[in-house]
Protein backbone atom coordinates (compact mmCIF):
# COMPACT_ATOMS: atom_id res chain seq x y z
CA UNK A 1 0.00 0.00 0.00
CA UNK A 2 1.33 3.60 -1.11
CA UNK A 3 1.65 5.76 2.26
CA UNK A 4 0.27 8.69 2.04
CA UNK A 5 1.53 11.94 3.68
CA UNK A 6 -1.10 14.75 5.05
CA UNK A 7 -0.26 18.20 5.61
CA UNK A 8 1.23 19.31 8.71
CA UNK A 9 -1.51 22.07 9.11
CA UNK A 10 -4.60 21.29 6.91
CA UNK A 11 -6.07 17.90 5.76
CA UNK A 12 -5.21 17.98 2.34
CA UNK A 13 -2.76 14.60 1.50
CA UNK A 14 -1.02 13.04 -1.35
CA UNK A 15 -4.71 11.19 -2.80
CA UNK A 16 -3.74 14.94 -4.16
CA UNK A 17 -1.45 13.24 -6.72
CA UNK A 18 0.39 17.10 -7.27
CA UNK A 19 0.73 18.35 -3.73
CA UNK A 20 4.17 19.36 -2.40
CA UNK A 21 5.19 19.69 1.15
CA UNK A 22 7.95 22.28 2.39
CA UNK A 23 10.58 21.05 5.03
CA UNK A 24 7.54 21.73 7.79
CA UNK A 25 5.27 19.68 6.33
CA UNK A 26 3.12 22.25 5.18
CA UNK A 27 1.45 21.75 1.89
CA UNK A 28 1.43 23.93 -1.35
CA UNK A 29 -2.38 25.08 -0.50
CA UNK A 30 -1.42 26.48 2.71
CA UNK A 31 1.35 27.99 1.07
CA UNK A 32 -0.34 29.86 -1.50
CA UNK A 33 -3.39 30.67 1.50
CA UNK A 34 -0.25 32.72 3.05
CA UNK A 35 1.20 34.11 0.35
CA UNK A 36 -1.24 35.39 -1.97
CA UNK A 37 -4.97 35.10 -0.90
CA UNK A 38 -4.47 36.14 3.12
CA UNK A 39 -2.30 39.57 2.32
CA UNK A 40 -4.82 40.93 -0.24
CA UNK A 41 -8.31 39.36 1.48
CA UNK A 42 -10.13 42.45 3.62
CA UNK A 43 -13.17 41.89 5.59
CA UNK A 44 -12.82 44.91 7.32
CA UNK A 45 -13.43 48.33 6.70
CA UNK A 46 -11.50 48.51 3.54
CA UNK A 47 -13.62 45.26 2.37
CA UNK A 48 -16.64 47.27 3.12
CA UNK A 49 -15.45 50.54 0.92
CA UNK A 50 -15.14 48.28 -1.62
CA UNK A 51 -18.55 46.32 -1.02
CA UNK A 52 -19.77 49.69 -1.37
CA UNK A 53 -17.89 51.50 -4.26
CA UNK A 54 -19.35 48.17 -5.98
CA UNK A 55 -22.49 48.61 -4.80
CA UNK A 56 -22.66 52.31 -6.08
CA UNK A 57 -21.69 50.66 -9.48
CA UNK A 58 -24.06 48.07 -10.18
CA UNK A 59 -27.23 50.74 -8.94
CA UNK A 60 -25.84 53.25 -11.36
CA UNK A 61 -25.82 51.06 -14.52
CA UNK A 62 -28.99 48.78 -13.30
CA UNK A 63 -30.92 51.95 -13.16
CA UNK A 64 -33.86 52.02 -15.12
CA UNK A 65 -34.02 48.31 -15.10
CA UNK A 66 -35.87 45.79 -13.18
CA UNK A 67 -33.11 44.21 -11.23
CA UNK A 68 -29.83 45.40 -11.13
CA UNK A 69 -28.12 41.98 -10.77
CA UNK A 70 -28.57 38.31 -10.52
CA UNK A 71 -27.66 35.25 -8.07
CA UNK A 72 -27.85 32.14 -8.99
CA UNK A 73 -29.57 30.56 -6.28
CA UNK A 74 -29.62 27.00 -4.62
CA UNK A 75 -30.33 27.16 -1.21
CA UNK A 76 -27.32 26.16 -0.09
CA UNK A 77 -25.28 28.56 1.82
CA UNK A 78 -23.37 30.59 -0.25
CA UNK A 79 -25.67 31.89 -2.40
CA UNK A 80 -28.49 32.33 0.20
CA UNK A 81 -26.07 34.19 1.96
CA UNK A 82 -24.88 36.47 -0.74
CA UNK A 83 -28.20 37.39 -1.97
CA UNK A 84 -29.02 38.32 2.12
CA UNK A 85 -25.62 40.27 1.37
CA UNK A 86 -26.74 42.01 -2.02
CA UNK A 87 -29.89 42.82 -0.45
CA UNK A 88 -29.73 43.89 3.22
CA UNK A 89 -26.01 45.28 2.82
CA UNK A 90 -25.07 46.51 -0.43
CA UNK A 91 -28.84 47.58 -1.19
CA UNK A 92 -29.24 45.90 -4.65
CA UNK A 93 -32.27 44.98 -6.39
CA UNK A 94 -31.31 41.08 -7.89
CA UNK A 95 -33.31 38.44 -9.51
CA UNK A 96 -32.68 35.12 -7.80
CA UNK A 97 -32.21 32.54 -10.54
CA UNK A 98 -32.76 29.20 -9.59
CA UNK A 99 -32.11 25.86 -12.41
CA UNK A 100 -33.88 22.72 -11.36
CA UNK A 101 -31.58 19.73 -12.55
CA UNK A 102 -34.11 17.65 -10.91
CA UNK A 103 -32.19 16.38 -7.37
CA UNK A 104 -33.33 19.56 -5.27
CA UNK A 105 -34.06 18.15 -1.70
CA UNK A 106 -36.89 19.28 0.00
CA UNK A 107 -35.06 21.24 2.40
CA UNK A 108 -33.56 23.37 -0.47
CA UNK A 109 -36.71 23.90 -1.66
CA UNK A 110 -37.74 25.45 1.67
CA UNK A 111 -34.19 27.45 2.00
CA UNK A 112 -35.33 29.14 -1.29
CA UNK A 113 -39.20 30.19 -0.54
CA UNK A 114 -38.05 31.17 2.85
CA UNK A 115 -35.10 33.53 1.63
CA UNK A 116 -37.74 34.77 -1.40
CA UNK A 117 -40.24 35.51 0.87
CA UNK A 118 -38.23 37.14 3.72
CA UNK A 119 -36.12 39.62 1.34
CA UNK A 120 -39.56 39.94 -0.85
CA UNK A 121 -37.40 39.07 -4.00
CA UNK A 122 -38.38 37.89 -7.14
CA UNK A 123 -37.27 34.34 -7.87
CA UNK A 124 -37.40 32.90 -11.73
CA UNK A 125 -36.58 28.92 -12.15
CA UNK A 126 -35.48 27.44 -15.17
CA UNK A 127 -36.07 23.81 -15.29
CA UNK A 128 -34.25 21.81 -17.26
CA UNK A 129 -35.49 18.76 -19.55
CA UNK A 130 -34.92 15.92 -17.48
CA UNK A 131 -35.03 13.48 -20.57
CA UNK A 132 -31.80 15.29 -21.47
CA UNK A 133 -30.34 15.66 -18.20
CA UNK A 134 -30.82 12.09 -16.94
CA UNK A 135 -28.94 11.10 -20.47
CA UNK A 136 -25.99 13.27 -20.11
CA UNK A 137 -26.11 12.07 -16.40
CA UNK A 138 -26.12 8.73 -17.65
CA UNK A 139 -23.40 9.04 -19.80
CA UNK A 140 -20.82 10.72 -17.56
CA UNK A 141 -21.57 7.78 -14.88
CA UNK A 142 -20.40 5.47 -17.96
CA UNK A 143 -17.49 7.45 -18.89
CA UNK A 144 -15.87 6.57 -16.07
CA UNK A 145 -14.41 10.23 -14.80
CA UNK A 146 -14.52 11.19 -11.04
CA UNK A 147 -16.12 14.71 -11.73
CA UNK A 148 -19.95 13.35 -12.15
CA UNK A 149 -21.24 16.79 -11.67
CA UNK A 150 -20.07 18.72 -14.81
CA UNK A 151 -23.59 18.26 -16.13
CA UNK A 152 -25.28 19.59 -13.10
CA UNK A 153 -22.94 22.23 -12.74
CA UNK A 154 -22.95 23.38 -17.17
CA UNK A 155 -26.64 23.39 -16.49
CA UNK A 156 -26.53 25.79 -13.62
CA UNK A 157 -24.39 27.88 -15.21
CA UNK A 158 -25.37 28.28 -18.74
CA UNK A 159 -28.45 28.63 -17.93
CA UNK A 160 -27.91 31.24 -15.54
CA UNK A 161 -25.86 33.40 -18.46
CA UNK A 162 -27.75 32.41 -21.16
CA UNK A 163 -31.08 34.26 -18.96
CA UNK A 164 -28.76 37.76 -17.84
CA UNK A 165 -27.27 37.95 -21.55
CA UNK A 166 -30.67 38.01 -23.01
CA UNK A 167 -32.48 40.33 -20.34
CA UNK A 168 -29.19 42.60 -20.32
CA UNK A 169 -28.33 42.20 -16.85
CA UNK A 170 -24.98 42.82 -17.16
CA UNK A 171 -23.92 41.68 -13.00
CA UNK A 172 -23.57 38.10 -11.74
CA UNK A 173 -23.36 38.15 -8.16
CA UNK A 174 -22.27 34.57 -7.28
CA UNK A 175 -21.16 33.23 -3.56
CA UNK A 176 -17.36 31.95 -4.64
CA UNK A 177 -15.39 32.76 -1.65
CA UNK A 178 -12.08 32.33 0.30
CA UNK A 179 -13.86 31.66 3.50
CA UNK A 180 -15.09 28.41 2.70
CA UNK A 181 -13.12 27.68 -0.73
CA UNK A 182 -9.54 29.00 -0.43
CA UNK A 183 -8.55 25.69 -0.85
CA UNK A 184 -9.30 24.57 -4.82
CA UNK A 185 -9.92 20.93 -4.98
CA UNK A 186 -7.55 19.31 -7.43
CA UNK A 187 -8.84 19.10 -11.14
CA UNK A 188 -8.26 14.71 -10.64
CA UNK A 189 -10.77 15.16 -8.16
CA UNK A 190 -13.37 16.97 -10.39
CA UNK A 191 -12.64 20.48 -9.79
CA UNK A 192 -12.27 20.56 -13.66
CA UNK A 193 -11.81 24.75 -14.24
CA UNK A 194 -14.99 25.91 -16.44
CA UNK A 195 -17.64 24.27 -18.75
CA UNK A 196 -15.22 22.72 -21.46
CA UNK A 197 -17.99 21.88 -24.11
CA UNK A 198 -15.66 19.76 -25.82
CA UNK A 199 -15.19 17.27 -23.10
CA UNK A 200 -19.08 17.39 -22.37
CA UNK A 201 -20.20 16.62 -25.51
CA UNK A 202 -17.29 14.24 -26.96
CA UNK A 203 -18.66 11.60 -23.61
CA UNK A 204 -22.12 12.34 -24.85
CA UNK A 205 -21.29 11.14 -28.29
CA UNK A 206 -19.90 8.26 -27.02
CA UNK A 207 -22.29 7.06 -23.98
CA UNK A 208 -25.33 8.85 -24.90
CA UNK A 209 -28.75 8.27 -26.70
CA UNK A 210 -30.69 11.06 -26.89
CA UNK A 211 -29.77 14.98 -28.88
CA UNK A 212 -29.45 17.51 -26.26
CA UNK A 213 -32.32 19.87 -28.09
CA UNK A 214 -32.34 22.38 -25.26
CA UNK A 215 -29.88 21.96 -22.46
CA UNK A 216 -27.58 24.62 -22.25
CA UNK A 217 -24.09 24.43 -22.67
CA UNK A 218 -21.99 28.12 -22.41
CA UNK A 219 -18.24 26.83 -23.07
CA UNK A 220 -15.33 28.59 -20.95
CA UNK A 221 -13.83 30.48 -23.50
CA UNK A 222 -17.47 31.86 -24.76
CA UNK A 223 -18.39 33.25 -20.99
CA UNK A 224 -14.50 34.53 -20.42
CA UNK A 225 -14.03 36.34 -23.74
CA UNK A 226 -17.51 36.96 -25.49
CA UNK A 227 -19.99 37.25 -22.55
CA UNK A 228 -17.46 39.22 -20.35
CA UNK A 229 -14.84 41.00 -22.97
CA UNK A 230 -17.29 41.40 -25.53
CA UNK A 231 -20.52 42.10 -23.74
CA UNK A 232 -19.07 43.49 -21.00
CA UNK A 233 -20.90 41.48 -18.52
CA UNK A 234 -19.15 40.96 -15.00
CA UNK A 235 -19.16 38.61 -11.73
CA UNK A 236 -18.82 39.59 -8.29
CA UNK A 237 -17.90 37.76 -5.29
CA UNK A 238 -19.70 39.72 -2.32
CA UNK A 239 -18.04 37.44 0.51
CA UNK A 240 -14.80 38.07 -0.32
CA UNK A 241 -15.49 41.59 1.17
CA UNK A 242 -17.83 41.27 4.19
CA UNK A 243 -17.10 38.70 7.54
CA UNK A 244 -18.01 35.58 6.67
CA UNK A 245 -17.92 32.65 8.93
CA UNK A 246 -19.72 30.12 8.22
CA UNK A 247 -21.34 29.37 11.74
CA UNK A 248 -22.95 32.76 12.04
CA UNK A 249 -23.97 32.95 8.46
CA UNK A 250 -26.20 29.79 9.18
CA UNK A 251 -27.43 31.06 12.68
CA UNK A 252 -28.17 34.80 11.24
CA UNK A 253 -30.22 33.13 7.92
CA UNK A 254 -32.08 30.82 10.25
CA UNK A 255 -33.07 33.50 12.90
CA UNK A 256 -34.25 35.99 10.75
CA UNK A 257 -35.72 33.55 7.42
CA UNK A 258 -36.02 30.26 9.23
CA UNK A 259 -33.52 29.14 6.83
CA UNK A 260 -31.89 25.77 8.04
CA UNK A 261 -28.24 24.65 7.33
CA UNK A 262 -27.58 21.57 5.75
CA UNK A 263 -25.24 18.42 6.99
CA UNK A 264 -22.36 19.43 4.69
CA UNK A 265 -21.56 21.78 2.18
CA UNK A 266 -23.18 20.92 -1.84
CA UNK A 267 -25.78 18.40 0.15
CA UNK A 268 -28.74 20.95 -1.44
CA UNK A 269 -28.52 18.61 -4.26
CA UNK A 270 -29.15 15.13 -3.86
CA UNK A 271 -27.19 13.75 -6.84
CA UNK A 272 -24.12 16.11 -5.48
CA UNK A 273 -24.48 14.41 -2.19
CA UNK A 274 -24.61 10.88 -3.39
CA UNK A 275 -21.04 11.59 -5.51
CA UNK A 276 -19.36 13.77 -3.06
CA UNK A 277 -20.38 11.49 -0.28
CA UNK A 278 -20.26 8.19 -1.82
CA UNK A 279 -19.72 7.55 -5.58
CA UNK A 280 -16.26 9.57 -5.36
CA UNK A 281 -14.87 8.41 -2.27
CA UNK A 282 -15.72 4.34 -2.58
CA UNK A 283 -14.97 4.73 -6.51
CA UNK A 284 -11.76 7.19 -6.41
CA UNK A 285 -10.48 7.45 -3.44
CA UNK A 286 -11.29 11.30 -3.50
CA UNK A 287 -13.04 13.31 -0.26
CA UNK A 288 -13.49 16.44 -1.08
CA UNK A 289 -14.23 17.25 2.24
CA UNK A 290 -10.53 17.49 2.63
CA UNK A 291 -10.92 20.55 0.72
CA UNK A 292 -13.44 21.99 2.24
CA UNK A 293 -12.21 21.16 6.12
CA UNK A 294 -8.89 22.36 4.62
CA UNK A 295 -10.65 25.61 3.78
CA UNK A 296 -12.21 25.81 7.30
CA UNK A 297 -9.19 25.14 8.92
CA UNK A 298 -6.83 27.54 7.35
CA UNK A 299 -9.26 30.68 8.41
CA UNK A 300 -10.07 29.76 11.50
CA UNK A 301 -13.22 28.14 11.53
CA UNK A 302 -12.07 24.29 12.10
CA UNK A 303 -9.31 22.74 13.72
CA UNK A 304 -7.48 19.84 12.26
CA UNK A 305 -8.24 17.65 14.71
CA UNK A 306 -12.08 18.51 14.13
CA UNK A 307 -11.27 17.59 10.48
CA UNK A 308 -9.30 14.63 10.69
CA UNK A 309 -12.25 13.21 13.23
CA UNK A 310 -15.13 14.12 10.59
CA UNK A 311 -13.23 12.52 8.13
CA UNK A 312 -12.43 9.38 9.66
CA UNK A 313 -16.18 8.71 9.14
CA UNK A 314 -18.66 9.25 6.51
CA UNK A 315 -21.07 12.44 6.91
CA UNK A 316 -24.09 9.81 5.94
CA UNK A 317 -24.86 6.39 7.79
CA UNK A 318 -24.58 3.54 5.50
CA UNK A 319 -28.32 2.64 5.81
CA UNK A 320 -28.47 6.09 4.78
CA UNK A 321 -26.46 5.83 1.83
CA UNK A 322 -27.94 2.41 0.41
CA UNK A 323 -31.16 3.85 0.41
CA UNK A 324 -29.82 7.12 -1.92
CA UNK A 325 -28.07 4.77 -4.22
CA UNK A 326 -31.25 2.91 -5.09
CA UNK A 327 -33.22 5.99 -5.47
CA UNK A 328 -30.40 7.64 -7.80
CA UNK A 329 -30.42 4.31 -9.62
CA UNK A 330 -34.07 4.29 -10.04
CA UNK A 331 -34.66 7.91 -10.98
CA UNK A 332 -31.79 7.73 -13.79
CA UNK A 333 -33.91 4.57 -15.00
CA UNK A 334 -32.01 1.71 -13.89
CA UNK A 335 -31.94 -1.38 -11.63
CA UNK A 336 -29.84 -1.27 -8.61
CA UNK A 337 -27.52 -3.77 -10.30
CA UNK A 338 -26.82 -1.58 -13.62
CA UNK A 339 -25.89 1.18 -11.17
CA UNK A 340 -23.41 -1.12 -9.67
CA UNK A 341 -21.97 -2.84 -12.67
CA UNK A 342 -21.53 1.20 -13.67
CA UNK A 343 -19.51 1.78 -10.13
CA UNK A 344 -17.66 -1.08 -10.87
CA UNK A 345 -16.10 -0.40 -14.17
CA UNK A 346 -12.59 0.83 -14.57
CA UNK A 347 -11.65 4.09 -13.59
CA UNK A 348 -11.36 6.82 -16.19
CA UNK A 349 -10.24 10.82 -16.28
CA UNK A 350 -10.79 13.82 -18.59
CA UNK A 351 -7.48 12.74 -20.86
CA UNK A 352 -9.53 9.46 -22.10
CA UNK A 353 -11.71 12.25 -23.83
CA UNK A 354 -11.43 15.21 -26.16
CA UNK A 355 -10.76 18.06 -24.04
CA UNK A 356 -9.29 21.68 -24.23
CA UNK A 357 -7.89 21.50 -20.35
CA UNK A 358 -5.17 22.91 -21.73
CA UNK A 359 -6.31 25.95 -23.26
CA UNK A 360 -8.48 26.76 -20.29
CA UNK A 361 -5.51 25.98 -17.72
CA UNK A 362 -3.28 28.60 -19.47
CA UNK A 363 -6.44 31.43 -19.19
CA UNK A 364 -6.31 30.20 -15.20
CA UNK A 365 -2.43 30.55 -14.77
CA UNK A 366 -3.00 34.37 -16.54
CA UNK A 367 -5.87 34.92 -14.25
CA UNK A 368 -3.84 33.95 -11.43
CA UNK A 369 -0.86 36.21 -12.85
CA UNK A 370 -3.05 39.23 -13.13
CA UNK A 371 -4.47 38.57 -10.12
CA UNK A 372 -7.94 38.32 -10.63
CA UNK A 373 -8.17 34.62 -8.92
CA UNK A 374 -6.02 33.79 -5.97
CA UNK A 375 -6.66 30.22 -5.21
CA UNK A 376 -4.18 27.69 -6.22
CA UNK A 377 -4.38 26.42 -9.37
CA UNK A 378 -2.24 24.13 -11.31
Not at 265 to 274: A, D, L, N, V, Y
Not at 288 to 313: D, P, Y
Request: net charge neutral; aromatic share 12%; glycine share 8%.
Amino acid sequence: MIEKYICSRCVMDSSDSQIKFDETGLCDHCQNFEININPNWHTDEKGYAELMTAAEKIKIEGKGKDFDCIIGLSGGLDSSYTAYVAKEIMGLRPLLFHVDAGWNTDQAVGNIERLVDGLALDLYTEVINWEEMKDLQLSFLKSGIPDQDIPQDCAFFSALYQFARKNKIKYVLTGGNYSTECCREPNEWGAYPGIDKRLILDIHKNFGSRALKSFPIVDVLVYKIFHHQILGMKVFKPLNFVPYIKKDAEQLLHDKFGWKPFQHKHHESRFTRFYEDYWMPKKFGYEKRRAHFSSLIMTGQMTREEGLARLSKSEMSDDFMKNEFEYVANKLGLTVGELQAIFEEPNKSYRDYKNKLGLIQFGAKMINFLGIERRHYR
